[in-house]
């Protein structure tokens, strides 16, 4: 018996299939452009036609799904998306009704970091903070082992934690969120502004590399900002680990470093002496891993 | 049976009996001045003295004991205290040891936490998120209605998460700390600066109530500080209720009005708006019951 995850990403839905028994190995994967430009019922139809090809080559028990925005996983319900402007209190699960399986949603920071949970499967690790470094900011707990949803299934907005009081304007309409300092989006709004040209991070990144000052002094401006907010999550709850996934964690000293130093200066030294701080090795395979396995992220 | 909770603390020790079956009631309740400056044995020794009187009265059956500071509850080790500077790396369950009764230690403000979670009673509440206001600042954390230790113990230090990137001194060593802001030390430090001579919080209150300006935009920047750390709360952790302990919880709308408006302006709608802001209503019994209780705060 298999299980189906999937990741709806703003540009690729990525897809895989797992075996059910948590032995974390992907025996299929694909992705398919998500054509966001198409509208819901486009997309929605896109999703119905990837389960049920799997359906047809492998004995699926369930799906998951991760999608990132407002998800609340008891229900299914998408209240808002920033991938998908059109999608507002979507009930995603029954939407899906068609293919007649269990259907698990969650916000697919939080399938990342149930992903990485799974796929370490080290015992000595219970407490893990998973944070998505893309265009936009997602996060994800696993507090005792469980992913935790807080109240309403809306926690882990870490990319919405204030980091300079009325500092620079966010995307989601307030001011000072770490996500106006630390995304992908942010990191080239800066770009621009300092280069006067439209760069994109991954070319930031090679200069950078190639020992441009400005390049550099752009990605530790940002990534300051993230190890402030780190710092405050260590404070919080003394986690065993912290695994950035996401695009810009390819950035690898670039961002571990500044993050690494500002936790060291903004920690209690007992909080953050034995907090590991590590970058995702399995991004992708990570975000359907924990979609997949989301039929058992509440035992 | 009973139990009999302390909350040592750094002008009295607070103590108190209940009886087991989490009817959370306090049958005997006392109080003595802690005298801190006689030393770390003349303290304990008085701890020793309240519960073996308290045993002689009262059938006992286990102690917990809370106390400020980075406390390791699995080891019951004190790593360090604000109000005992001689306390270093003490295991005060071993220094106990000879009255001879199953001892829980753990941080004041996770006792605090705790016993709010245990008084509410309220079957609607699984995450609750307790925040002490005295000369410092403390934090505790209840997740799917267990009391949260984190990896070793040191969670829910929430006076030490950064509010202001490189701000005020903070009494800890670091800089922009919450405590350093909006506890009754920074509200007395800012009072001094503004009014040129030292004015309790008590007495600055006094002035508040009666339309002193000054005194009414001291509250205000405190608590608006306080405001943006209790927003990052809820966007990271959801929470169903934020509940206000220590001295300055008797502030009421000076304290409730700019955390709410704060909250409202930093916050997801759909995260705070289901979120209870409350002030303890019982306070001191709080962190008695919340100790006491401790040997059923696993389960």
């Known amino acids: 018996m298999r299980l189906l995850g999937i990741d709806v990403g703003g540009t690729n839905i990525k897809y895989g299939v797992v075996q ?8 299929y994967k694909n992705s398919i452009i998500t054509e966001v430009v ?29 999608i990132a925005g407002l998800v609340d996983s008891a229900s299914g319900i998408i209240f808002e998306s920033p991938n998908f ?6 009930n995603l699960k029954n939407e899906l009704k068609v293919v007649d399986l269990p259907i698990f949603i969650d916000n697919d920071a939080n399938c990342f970091a149930y992903g990485e949970y799974l796929l370490r ?13 893309g265009t936009g900011i997602g996060g994800g707990l696993i507090i005792n082992g469980k992913l ?24 989601c309409g307030q001011n000072g969120c770490l996500e106006a300092y630390s995304s992908g989006f942010a990191i080239e709004k800066k770009s621009k502004e300092i280069f006067g040209e439209k760069i994109t991070v991954s070319s ?49 000293d670039f961002l571990l470093i500044p993050v690494k130093k500002v936790i060291q200066k903004n920690c209690y030294k007992k909080l953050y002496e034995k907090v590991k701080i590590e970058v995702s090795q399995s991004n992708i395979d990570s975000g359907i891993i924990g979609a997949a396995y989301l039929i058992h992220s509440n035992k």
């Open 38 to 66: 198409k509208g819901k019922e486009f997309v929605i139809r896109k999703i119905v036609s990837i389960i049920e090809r799997c359906k047809q080559n492998y004995d699926i028990k369930s799906i998951g799904i991760g």
């Open 85 to 90: 402007p059109d999608w507002k209190d979507i």
């Open 204 to 252: 930031l990144y090679q200069m950078a590399l190639k020992g441009n000052r400005k390049a550099i002094e752009i990605f530790k401006d940002a990534f300051e900002k993230l190890g402030i907010v780190c710092a405050g999550l260590i404070n919080l709850l003394n986690p065993d680990i912290i695994v950035f996934g996401g695009g810009l964690s390819n950035m690898k």
């Open 148 to 171: 935790y949803h807080g109240n309403y299934g809306f926690a882990a907005e870490i990319g919405h934690i204030k980091v300079v009081p009325d500092g620079r304007r966010c995307n």
């Open 20 to 27: 059910n028994g948590l032995d974390n190995k992907i025996i």
């Open 121 to 133: 499967n080290d015992k000595t690790i219970r407490n893990l903070i998973g944070i998505t470094l």
